[in-house]
């Protein structure tokens, strides 16, 4: 079946650090892709997606692109912020059903 | 206005019981969802409903039913609570029916504890 692996946290910076967050999938055909943000006592919130191979999702300075030969969609910002410190979920979606990863927690130190 | 919304936010019973969750969306979407968030955060589809069809059961006990009485809105009752129900509940909507690439949106979630 489906599914999504995603790098295991917490993952814990400095304001202004790099951030990556990896994610790979298993998946018959050609799902789409998504990253949805958890804030503390929040729901989901669509961060950003890619509905085909090499196409770049982006929102509120984080990227993701989308590899089909690595089977691969992480995240990535420039320079974290704070207000970033949130859980975040890498999904796939296909037959309409969202398959989501575990989660990774990420926290941003002042 | 809330795009999907849910009600209650928290909801706190005994073992036992039943438990209505409701949900609503005014984005006027084809399709609703329910998804469970256990402890660890893992968040896992129980179903889905396109034009109060039911297309998604994942493998949920039938203690939970969904009901959907028209397209903006779609309940999850569940009977004879138990401890492993206690979980966060998301309701998402999306506009596709079965196109595979429609992004689902969810509401704030609803926290059930079973004591």
């Known amino acids: 079946g489906d599914s999504v692996t995603q790098m295991e946290g917490p993952v814990t910076l400095s304001e202004e650090a790099f951030l990556t967050i990896n994610c790979t999938y298993t998946a018959t055909g050609y799902p789409s892709l998504f990253w949805y943000v958890q804030y503390p006592g929040e729901g989901l919130q669509l961060l950003l997606k890619?509905?085909?191979?090499?196409d770049k999702g982006s929102n509120k300075g984080f990227e993701a692109t989308y590899r089909k030969e690595t089977t691969s969609f992480h995240l990535e910002k420039g320079s974290v912020q704070v207000s970033d410190s949130a859980v975040y979920f890498c999904?796939?979606?296909?037959?309409?059903?969202?398959?989501f990863g575990t989660g990774t927690r990420l926290t941003i130190i002042p | 206005d809330t795009a999907v919304s849910q009600t209650p936010k928290y909801l706190v019973t005994q073992m036992g019981n039943d438990k209505s969750i409701k949900c609503e969306q005014n984005?006027?979407?084809?399709?609703m969802y329910w998804y469970k968030q256990d402890s660890k955060k893992f968040l896992k589809i129980m179903f889905s409903?396109?034009?109060?069809?039911?297309?998604i059961n994942e493998t949920v006990p039938n203690r939970f039913s969904p009901k959907s009485p028209d397209k903006a809105h779609l309940n999850l009752h569940i009977n004879s609570l138990e401890l492993g129900d206690s979980a966060v509940y998301f309701c998402?909507?999306?506009?596709?029916?079965?196109?595979?690439?429609?992004?689902?949106?969810f509401g704030p979630g609803t926290r059930l504890t079973v004591l």
């Open positions: 998402a909507t999306s506009s596709g029916g079965r196109r595979g690439t429609d992004t689902q949106y």
């Open positions: 890619a509905t085909k191979a090499d």
């Open positions: 409903y396109n034009n109060k069809e039911l297309i």
């Open positions: 999904a796939l979606l296909a037959n309409e059903k969202l398959t």
């Open positions: 984005l006027g979407h084809d399709t």
